[in-house]
């Protein structure tokens, strides 16, 4: 248990529908952010929050949409995915540093079929 | 512009013996920090071990050490004796201060598999 839970563990999707992934941190971190994991690929960096101001956008297409109402929480509303979307998406949150760790949630298996 | 590489795709290493996992690195900033993870097939990233660049000594945590070597831009996790549940990926990280500490770029991974 490392204090940054997501939710859900798992999900399957149609690509015309409309989700969210949930994260939430308690450890009093002031940095969110959201990778994608894929298959044969290293962990790419989505978004970064920091005070919940978004401060890195790394060319994601538009069918991710990132929100942090508060230092705790972050989500990931996802709408008209495509099958190579599908891939582990892992929260994690940090104090803002290089000096410190990120801890990360359990991620969210995605699966667009 | 920051670049992490592991060249090992997978290791093997038989149980209670020590392996070496490689990761280099490149990065332009004087001041950075160096992080390796582990991620078990839970898919969940542990966090194992950090260096900083202006550190003297290589950290040490428990049977984890870190062969931190600047001039050649080298950090290589050592696992010492090692262990079943040591089977997993591991990812070597890094994260400048330039950037403000907040982008954390990692390696493609290598897959450790502990043999009994």
């Known amino acids: ?113 | 512009a920051q670049k992490i590489t592991q060249t090992q795709p997978g290791m093997f290493v038989q149980e209670k013996e020590a392996v070496t996992l490689d990761c280099t690195y490149d990065t332009s900033d004087p001041s950075y920090g160096l992080f390796w993870y582990k991620q078990p097939s839970s898919g969940e990233m542990i966090f194992l071990i950090y260096q900083g660049s202006y550190d003297q000594q290589n950290a040490t945590e428990g049977r984890y050490s870190l062969n931190f070597q600047k001039a050649r831009k080298s950090a290589n996790l050592v696992i010492s004796a090692s262990q079943l549940g040591d089977s997993a990926m591991y990812f070597c990280a890094m994260r400048e201060i330039n950037t403000g500490g907040f982008k954390t770029i990692f390696g493609a991974g290598t897959r450790l598999f502990v043999k009994a």
């Open chain 1, 1 to 113: 248990e490392t204090g940054v839970t997501q939710t859900p563990r798992h999900l399957v999707m149609g690509m015309t529908n409309k989700k969210s992934l949930k994260c939430e941190q308690h450890l009093g971190h002031n940095a969110m952010y959201w990778y994608k994991q894929s298959a044969k690929k290293p962990l790419e960096l989505m978004f970064v929050y920091s005070l919940e101001e978004r401060v890195e956008n790394n060319s994601v297409p538009s069918r991710f949409s990132p929100e942090c109402p508060n230092s705790s929480h972050l989500f990931l509303h996802l709408h008209t995915l495509q099958p190579e979307d599908s891939a582990l998406y892992l929260c994690a949150s940090s104090l803002q540093g290089a000096g410190t760790e990120a801890f990360f949630g359990q991620g969210t298996r995605l699966t667009v079929v």
